[in-house]
Structure formats: C-alpha cells, structure tokens
C-alpha cells in the first residue's frame, strides 16, 4: 500500500481547504492549527448574518498590522459595525513571517449590545497582552460613528480551564459553539449573557469529544471518490 501524502486536499468548504494532516491533527493529541479552527468558524458561521467570526489569519494580520498603514481599508470587507456579534480567535505568535506559528490560543467576542468585548482564555489568561493588542487595533472600527461610546475589554477570569497543554484550540471551538448558540436563545435570556452556559457547557468531557465530532463533520463533507 502506498504512504498518503498529508499535503493531499481533502475538503474544499467555502474559503477553506483542508488537507490530508489535518485529519491527523484531530485523531491524536494535538495542537489545532489555523486551518481546522477557520473551518470550524465558517461551519459555526451559517448560523446568521449578524454573527462573524473571524477566520485566525485575518485576526493575526489585525493584531500585527502596521500602524498607520491603510488598517481601514482592510476591515472594511468584514463589514464590523454591521454585526452584532464579532468572535476572533487569538494566537500568541509574535512572528509576523510565519503566520501559522504559536503555542496557545483563546477567544475574544464583541457583543454590540453590551458594548463589550470579553476574553476567554483556557489557559489563565497566558494571552491577554494578545487579546489587548488585536482590542486596541479593532476598537475604533466597531461603530460607524466616531462620537460613539468605546467599547471596553474585559477578562473572563471564569472561563473554563483546560487539563492539558494541547486542548486550547478546542476550548476556542467549544466557547464560540456556545456564544453563537446563546446569540440565537439571547431573547428568552433578556440582558443575561454567555458566561453561565459556557461554564456549564464547555467541560473537559465535551472538549474532548469535540475532536471527534469535528472530524465527522469533515467526512460527511468530503467527497465521495
């Protein structure tokens, strides 16, 4: 039998294409990588209009990017302050060469109506410096009004912990499954927001499950040859 090549694409899903070594990534205990997270978000993406969640290269190159050269010009495609819920993923790269580098990441949402955005981090708080940079660069962008008021940041210091030094990824997947879940229940909960349902939801069991699961999502996807 002939070796499988891990660079053979296996799924093309709206922007996304996933290879042959990331099926490996999610049968074993590994760090996720960007390709399998922005997946994931465009699955979770369906969902509604009113929701982005933002594939992990954009937000690195807006946590990254030069200052005052054309920031603008970039977020306009993503349309901000016409959504109402905004999730990024956040890696704590510093290598601005290598885009798919890093050892850690978590999640920050902006919630419009909260005029908030709240940092999950599985890892306590090991990227908040990073969640604080891509906070200070998008901040001025989220409201189409520069007299309105600036959003703030918050920590969650709530947010679930993983048990080991690989999960992290998958905590950001669970976390936003949950968030986007909560936006389309938000009426029947009035002002409360996600942080309960997140603690309740996102266990170390359902972590682990979630690789699985995501990789049947990419079989039943994947053509049939």
Known sequence: MGK???????LSYNDVVLRR????ILSGPYFLNDRIIEFYFSYLSSCSEEILLVPP???FCIMNYPVGQGLTEFLEPLHLPEKK???FPIN????VSEAGGGSHWSLLAFERNANKFFHHDSNRGMNSIHAKRLYNAVVGFMSVSSSATKPVYQDCNSSPQQMNGYDCGLYVLAIARVICSWYGEKDKDGDKMWFSAVQEQVTPYVVARMRNE????????MPIK
């Open 92 to 95: 704590d790269n510093d290598d």
């Open 214 to 221: 995501i990789l049947g999502q990419i079989r039943d996807l």
């Open 21 to 24: 070594s990331d099926l490996d």
């Open 85 to 87: 819920l905004v999730i």
């Open 57 to 59: 290269s954009i937000a």
């Open 4 to 10: 499988t090549n891990p660079d053979e694409k296996i």
